[in-house]
């Protein structure tokens, strides 16, 4: 058994979650983390808000909130949109918490002990029309690299690029929109990444055939060369305090005292739930953990260089194991955006359709290689003709047809024909298939081979037709559902990373029977399954639909909001 530490992006406690965030980063790490769990690992699953920075401090002005009032709000319809996604976490926390900023000084003391923090003369850009510094997202303009048009001062939200502001082509003031803006000297702290370029080098080549293409060639090119220092202190009025004399009135910026949140939020999981585990020397520096981040391609500067090089620099903390970054989903191939109307209400969509439904098409669309993109005609499409007719419907046929007509039960002999047989040889390669898949985060493909096996089942129960053999050998319609009743056993405990909720409506069918052994049917090992199905047989609930097709007409509607 393996101790897995999986982290998944702090969301930004400034607005709604939308699907892309949900399908980037926090579907597929719950998915991950049910399997592992599955397979008997010890997982610990840690986010929670990232609640300092410039736009949060922007937005609870315009809505003359408190900052504190304003994060906790977002915090708790986040936590709230998460369980109505069946995605879970050992802890979800919240960086403006006393406990978080505790941990962060720690590291800023030990970096600035250590010569990794120091303090510098820049230039920062100055409104000349309202007098205001423009840090971050207080100014946008066009991307030096892609020319976008609507980059930020810290990010440009369409290449990915870490933007220098001074580069940002014709800049434009948030605070009165002015554009005469002028570079003025000041000072603030940076973070010395320039002095860990070698050692940090070393490290990222052995990242190098183990982690996604896509982000060891992204981190490759920025990383090549040289390593740029950042600053890491701002002059704002929300957020942790620098602890030096010389620095009073400044704070640490959100992207550096983020990542510690994942640490911070480690820490008072075990402190709450009573563990006698040291969050440092048993979970963040034990080498035998396995670390993994889950992100989208906006955050791998940070968790890819920034973050290593401050657990480097610090010692407090291992460097990460694996970084399964993913690309972005759009919405109709356009990225999707709460400003200009460009956006699904994420709650909203699962309020109607319910969480099976979303996940199972959210999960194809996980943008793992590439960009993706979401539209109402595919979620009908995929669920009516996927999820309803290969799985739903093959599931509430074939064992309603079982409860209907042996009531009394089947007899365990038609349930033995499988045991030894090709098709339990065939099943549990897929299994290991499957399993290979998901172990190698390759969420997408772990799906479709379950959909492969729930085709095959179909296909298996329309080919025999149970109902015209009932008619002329009972005995034989039995075999088949017999056969039917194994497939759904199998696929129930398959499913459950996947369509939790699902998987559980399909487990019940068989009681507390299936519920014992199914950590070892989810591992391959199909003979457990001989438990299961012995003696006289009876399904222990009567079945029922399992999955609600979508509605063309209310398709119609959806999409004609972005016609």
């Not at 929109?177 to 070698?198: G, M, N, P, R, T």
Request: aromatic share 14%; hydrophobic share 35%.
């Amino acid at each position: 058994m393996k101790k897995l530490l999986v982290t998944s992006a702090l969301p930004y406690a400034n607005g709604p979650l939308h699907f892309g965030h949900i399908t980037g980063v926090y579907l597929p790490a719950d998915i991950y983390v049910r399997h592992k769990r599955l397979q008997g690992h010890q997982v610990l699953h840690i986010s929670g808000s990232d609640e300092h920075g410039v736009a949060i401090m922007q937005n609870a002005q315009k809505k003359k909130k408190p900052y504190k009032k304003y994060v906790d709000g977002w915090h708790q319809k986040h936590k709230a949109l998460f369980a109505k996604y069946d995605i879970e976490f050992s802890y979800f926390g919240q960086t403006s918490e006393p406990y978080h900023h505790e941990e962060t000084l720690k590291w800023f003391n030990k970096l600035y002990a250590e010569g990794a923090i120091e303090k510098q003369d820049e230039k920062q850009l100055q409104c000349q029309n309202c007098s205001n510094y423009l840090p971050d997202r207080y100014v946008e303009g066009t991307c030096y690299v892609c020319k976008y048009e609507k980059a930020r001062g810290d990010e440009c939200p369409n290449c990915g690029t870490w933007i220098e502001p001074l580069k940002l082509i014709d800049p434009e003031c948030k605070f009165c929109e002015s554009h005469d803006i002028k570079a003025v000297d000041v000072f603030q702290w940076y973070l010395k990444l320039s002095k860990y370029h070698s050692p940090f080098r070393k490290w990222f080549e052995t990242k190098k055939g183990v982690w996604r293409k896509s982000v060891t060639s992204f981190v490759d090119s920025l990383s090549k060369d040289e390593l740029v220092d950042r600053a890491i202190t701002r002059d704002l009025d929300w957020g942790i305090d620098v602890p030096l004399e010389e620095a009073k009135g400044k704070k640490l910026y959100v992207w550096f005292d983020a990542p510690i949140g994942y640490v911070s939020n480690t820490k008072k999981y075990l402190e709450e739930t009573g563990s006698k585990e040291d969050y440092l020397k048993d979970w963040w520096h034990n080498d035998e953990v396995e670390l993994t981040h889950f992100i989208g391609k906006d955050n791998i500067i940070f968790h890819s260089i920034i973050f290593p090089v401050m657990s480097m620099g610090s010692g407090r903390v291992k460097m990460v194991d694996n970084l399964p970054a993913n690309q972005y989903l759009n919405l109709k191939g356009k990225q999707f955006s709460k400003s200009q109307g460009w956006y699904v209400d994420a709650d909203e969509a699962v309020n109607e359709f319910g969480s099976d439904n979303l996940r199972y098409y959210l999960t194809t669309l996980i943008p793992e290689s590439a960009d993706s993109s979401f539209t109402w005609e595919g979620f009908e499409a995929r669920v009516n003709n996927e999820l309803a007719n290969n799985i739903g419907n093959f599931v509430n046929r074939s064992m309603s047809f079982f409860y209907k007509n042996w009531e009394k039960g089947i007899g365990q002999e038609k349930f033995d024909v499988f045991f030894g047989s090709d098709r339990q040889k065939e099943l549990e390669e897929k299994i290991k298939q499957y399993h290979e898949a998901v172990d190698h985060f390759h969420i997408k493909k772990g799906l479709e081979i379950l959909m492969g096996i729930g085709n095959e089942a179909n296909l298996y129960f329309s080919e025999e037709a149970p109902w015209a053999q009932f008619k002329e050998d009972p005995d034989k319609a039995a075999a088949t559902i017999a056969i039917s009743a194994i497939y759904t056993a199998i696929l129930s405990v398959l499913f459950a990373p996947y369509l939790p909720n699902l998987s559980q409506k399909m487990m019940a069918y068989f009681g507390e029977s299936l519920e014992k052994v199914s950590s070892r049917v989810y591992a391959g090992d199909l003979e457990a399954l001989k438990e299961v199905f012995q003696g006289q047989v009876i399904l222990a609930k009567k079945p029922k639909g399992l999955v609600k097709k979508i509605e063309n007409d209310r398709v119609k509607e959806l999409e004609e909001q972005f016609s």
